[in-house]
């Protein structure tokens, strides 16, 4: 492989080192080396005086934004049936539209454009959700590799409680699921496979064993659902009534951390044992305010999360959540923490701006290893926004300009975007 | 004035006669004579043979959207110290901000920008506080009329409990609200001045007393704020401790639809009484679910007020509000109902989409008239909506993709608008 390129951006550089405070570099470069943050300086230094320089002008530049739960297949159906409860809107709209992958060519024609529009999103690294299918997960996996994004996907594993069209046999869904992990573990640059069986009532207890299995024998993260709606945690309840919580049954069958790295999308209503296994385990929490406000499943407590030290950064949830928009999220957790707090637990503060901001980059970004920051040594993630679209009648600080684009931005602020040093939009 | 000409559209029309069902009529002849809604046909009758169309293909045309209440001189700020509640942000942001349009070149500047994005949006009609200056007022009513929208505007009237430098006295308020009335009662087609006393606890008895013989002299609609959040509430009883609910403070002093039509914003704490007296006076209900979440007030129960039968629109309530857009208006507004039904009161459903769409063209359009709708003899305000930038890789059905542009879509969807039968946009 040639030797990355050493270069700089200059521009307004922000970013969160912590959750407390948005650390804001007016003017500044930014140097890129090897694919990693090399340092931020005022004036370039002797040792940089040559490298090309990508001068950004007025222009916000930030670390590229995380992904840590979405579903590719439900791209398709985002903002429709938004009048459904979760248990409902599998039925009615999710499961019949995911089991149309097995036909390669509608797999192909949905993925290319869901593909297209995450590249242009603020997204530089997601965790995705395919379907059933091992050869439509292979497709998906392509067409990300091909975008220069960083993505793990996984082919997703149901064997009970589903509906007959779409659910697997215990047998066929790890022998498809092996399959998978070996034709895509090594082959792609960026893209790589996780364990993803779909949520505790689909998967029997024989599937969630040897999906612990392999997770060990083959190094790989896992991904699932855990304590989302008052139905589902019901559901789980009585399906497993010898366990402690949600999260129990996941630990029992030792897909909870012990096996390998998990994140796990949701925790509305992870309660105090829950909350203390996520802790032990390690377990990255993906919080999901968009998703879990459509689906009237309630609201997760994500500054208590944060505040007690516990991993935590936010999913999109498509088609749960409409918004391939990281921008969005970082909103819609702030709105839903002020509701938390005026209607659930008046101790529990809002989440401030730069505590979202952080959900959205370091917090899930911690998933990938060193990213989501513009830390030395951080992966080189970047986004380059522009806010000329709306001119202000005064002057404003970087850090209002940022406040304000994240409340009224789209994917035309998006100018140019980097993942690991390489540019992939602008 | 010229006689309009007489025009169809053609296209899938889309709206709701009724909160409970959006009526489709795809592929559909829409008619407009004298401004008006002359039908809605399959083909054109002979009457009509010769008229115009113009052909807006696969396209979506639904009635234009009211805001039935926004802050002109807060746009400038929107999206900005979102972290605060109402009254510190009112102190930190809103007052200087507004006491900046003493100078008639700010004044310009700013609402110069305002204006371009309103006449962009999805909003053909407007309820709109200006500032408590009236010559800046008097631009802004200006450059509105200039196009096309229809809007009510009004300059603020605030004599107690506000800054220094941001305050009127009591007898300066009331000439300059008299001047104003004089200067722009019959001098625009589209703009005319509405009443505007900020809100209780900023307007002496005496002024407010005033302001409602004014209403009765001019025959002039007003609007104000109500039971917005748990601080303003309280206030509002400890300065008017002798009225039984806030509402009533409007009341006593004739402000609350005894003198001519008032509309109220938020409503998010009226309790039994004041819904009781908001029915008994015919006041509307100015519902802005985005602004309610972004100053944690709450959330008001707009399912429950359309239930009971009350008058009930949606505002942006810009800057409460960061975004202008009526889709974003509808869907807050579901989004919001989910998480009062999840959290405060299971016995009131979710909004559902019709419902929620109703409130955004009927619901408040009828603080205009016959607006909102496309029945018969309604005033023509139309959007014409484009989907293209989404495809499905399945066809949906016309309901199905004005649900999905409601949660997807911003400005760039809107092709071509009307305003009393005027295209203003496209």
Same mark, same amino acid.
């Given at each position: 492989?040639?030797?990355?390129?050493?270069?700089?951006?200059?521009? +307004?550089?922000?970013?969160?080192?912590?959750?407390?405070?948005? =650390?804001?570099?007016?003017?500044?470069?930014?140097?890129?080396? +090897?694919?990693?943050?090399?340092?931020? %300086?005022?004036? !370039?230094?002797? @040792?940089?005086?040559?490298?090309?320089?990508? #001068?950004?002008?007025?222009?916000?530049?930030?670390?590229?934004?995380?992904?840590?739960? !979405?579903?590719?297949?439900?791209?398709?159906?985002?903002?429709?049936?938004? #009048?459904? =409860?979760?248990?409902?809107?599998?039925?009615?709209?999710? %499961?019949?539209?995911?089991?149309?992958?097995?036909?390669?060519?509608?797999?192909?024609?949905?993925?290319?454009?869901?593909?297209?529009?995450?590249?242009?999103?603020?997204?530089?690294?997601?965790?995705?959700?395919?379907?059933?299918?091992?050869?439509?997960?292979?497709?998906?996996?392509?067409?990300?590799?091909?975008?220069?994004?960083?993505?793990?996907?996984? /082919? &997703?594993?149901?064997?009970?409680?589903?509906?007959?069209?779409?659910?697997?046999?215990? #047998?066929?869904?790890?022998?498809?699921?092996?399959?998978?992990?070996? =034709?895509? !573990?090594? @082959?792609?640059?960026?893209?790589?496979?996780?364990?993803?069986? @779909? %949520?505790?009532?689909?998967?029997?207890? @024989?599937?969630?064993?040897?999906?612990?299995?392999?997770?060990?024998?083959?190094?790989?993260?896992?991904?699932?659902?855990?304590?989302?709606?008052?139905?589902?945690?019901?559901?789980?309840?009585?399906?497993?009534?010898?366990?402690?919580?949600?999260?129990?049954?996941?630990?029992?069958?030792? !897909?909870?951390g012990s096996n390998g790295p998990v994140v796990m999308a949701h925790c509305v209503y992870s309660g105090r044992e829950e909350r203390e296994l996520i802790r032990k385990r390690g377990v990255f929490i993906a919080h999901c305010p968009q998703s879990n406000v459509n689906l009237s499943s309630g609201i997760a407590p994500a500054k208590s999360c944060l505040?007690?030290g516990l991993k935590v950064g936010l999913g999109s949830d498509i088609a749960g959540g409409f918004s391939l928009s990281g921008f969005r999220g970082i909103s819609d957790a702030i709105q839903m923490s002020k509701m938390h707090w005026r209607l659930q637990d008046p101790d529990i503060k809002p989440l401030s701006f730069s505590e979202a901001f952080y959900?959205?980059?370091?917090?899930?970004?911690?998933?990938?290893?060193?990213?989501?920051?513009?830390?030395?040594?951080?992966?080189?993630?970047?986004?380059?926004? #522009?806010?000329?679209?709306?001119?202000?009648?005064?002057?404003?600080?970087?850090?209002?300009?940022? =406040?304000?684009? &994240?409340?009224?931005?789209?994917?035309?602020?998006?100018?140019?975007?980097?993942? /690991?040093?390489?540019?992939?939009?602008?």
């Open positions: 492989m040639p030797e990355l390129e050493t270069f700089a951006l200059k521009g +307004n550089l922000l970013y969160t080192r912590e959750p407390s405070r948005l =650390e804001c570099f007016p003017d500044h470069y930014l140097v890129c080396e +090897n694919g990693c943050v090399a340092g931020i %300086f005022p004036c !370039l230094p002797d @040792r940089y005086a040559h490298v090309a320089v990508e #001068d950004c002008g007025s222009r916000l530049i930030v670390p590229g934004l995380t992904d840590l739960h !979405l579903h590719a297949p439900q791209y398709a159906f985002r903002g429709l049936g938004m #009048d459904l =409860e979760l248990l409902d809107w599998l039925d009615s709209h999710t %499961f019949p539209e995911e089991s149309r992958y097995a036909d390669p060519v509608y797999a192909e024609r949905a993925y290319r454009l869901f593909v297209r529009d995450l590249q242009m999103s603020t997204t530089t690294r997601a965790c995705i959700f395919a379907t059933i299918h091992a050869d439509a997960t292979l497709l998906l996996m392509q067409l990300l590799e091909e975008t220069g994004l960083v993505a793990m996907v996984g /082919k &997703v594993n149901m064997d009970m409680n589903s509906p007959e069209s779409y659910c697997e046999t215990t #047998d066929g869904s790890l022998a498809e699921t092996e399959r998978w992990i070996r =034709e895509s !573990l090594c @082959r792609y640059k960026n893209v790589s496979p996780i364990l993803t069986p @779909r %949520f505790a009532p689909v998967c029997s207890g @024989r599937l969630m064993a040897s999906l612990g299995r392999l997770q060990q024998k083959y190094a790989l993260p896992l991904q699932s659902h855990l304590s989302e709606s008052p139905g589902e945690v019901a559901w789980v309840k009585s399906l497993f009534p010898d366990c402690g919580c949600y999260g129990d049954v996941y630990d029992r069958f030792g !897909l909870f505040q007690d959900l959205a980059t370091k917090g899930g970004g911690a998933f990938f290893g060193k990213v989501g920051s513009f830390e030395t040594d951080y992966e080189f993630d970047a986004l380059v926004l #522009d806010d000329a679209a709306w001119p202000s009648p005064s002057e404003l600080e970087p850090e209002s300009r940022l =406040e304000q684009l &994240v409340y009224l931005g789209d994917d035309r602020c998006i100018r140019k975007k980097y993942v /690991k040093g390489r540019k992939i939009v602008g």
